[in-house]
């Protein structure tokens, strides 16, 4: 069975390939690509925090009582990452590399650092307290992540 932990970490692989593409066409100065990828990777990002904001995290705060705890934190982080895509979605439209590249090296350490403690701490906890609630709340997840892809 597939768990919380699992399906969400997935997902922020395939949002961190589509990043690793938009660093590609930004060095080789393909600016239509660079822009097509970071609206994919830009419209996923979204669509996991507002998976996350809507189903999961108020999903487990119902069930732990933990409404202060990793999950404000989360959403904190989320704010900052949000404000940070939209800067480098400005420097993408200007085609300006040197200004893009800092804030997307500024956006992959928060992202890196941010997930860690997802799938570290906060996902195993969901998959620990949400165990009864785990099969009818993947495939809510699933269906809200697949709206990214249309």
């Given at each position: 069975?597939?768990?919380?932990?699992?399906?969400?970490?997935?997902?922020?692989?395939?949002?961190?390939?589509?990043?690793?593409?938009?660093?590609?066409?930004?060095?080789?100065?393909?600016?239509?690509a660079?822009?097509?990828?970071?609206?994919?990777?830009?419209?996923?990002?979204?669509?996991?925090f507002?998976?996350?904001?809507s189903?999961?995290?108020?999903?487990?705060?119902?069930?732990?009582?933990?409404?202060?705890?990793?999950?404000?934190?989360?959403?904190?982080?989320?704010?900052?990452?949000?404000?940070?895509?939209?800067?480098?979605?400005?420097?993408?439209?200007?085609?300006?590399?040197?200004?893009?590249?800092?804030?997307?090296?500024?956006?992959?350490i928060?992202?890196?650092?941010?997930?860690?403690?997802?799938?570290?701490?906060?996902?195993?906890?969901?998959?620990?307290?949400?165990?009864e609630?785990?099969?009818?709340?993947?495939?809510?997840?699933?269906?809200?992540?697949?709206?990214?892809?249309?």
């Amino acid at each position: 069975m597939t768990t919380i932990r699992d399906f969400m970490t997935e997902d922020h692989r395939r949002c961190d390939d589509v990043f690793a593409e938009v660093e590609q066409a930004v060095a080789s100065g393909d600016w239509n690509a660079a822009a097509e990828s970071f609206g994919r990777f830009h419209c996923g990002v979204l669509q996991h925090f507002t998976t996350e904001e809507s189903l999961l995290f108020p999903t487990f705060e119902e069930k732990t009582g933990m409404y202060m705890g990793p999950t404000q934190v989360m959403r904190g982080e989320h704010v900052q990452m949000r404000e940070l895509m939209a800067a480098a979605a400005e420097s993408l439209a200007a085609k300006d590399a040197d200004g893009y590249s800092g804030n997307a090296e500024t956006l992959l350490i928060m992202m890196q650092q941010h997930n860690m403690k997802e799938e570290n701490i906060l996902y195993p906890m969901c998959d620990q307290h949400l165990a009864e609630e785990s099969e009818a709340l993947l495939p809510g997840l699933q269906a809200s992540l697949a709206e990214a892809g249309k």
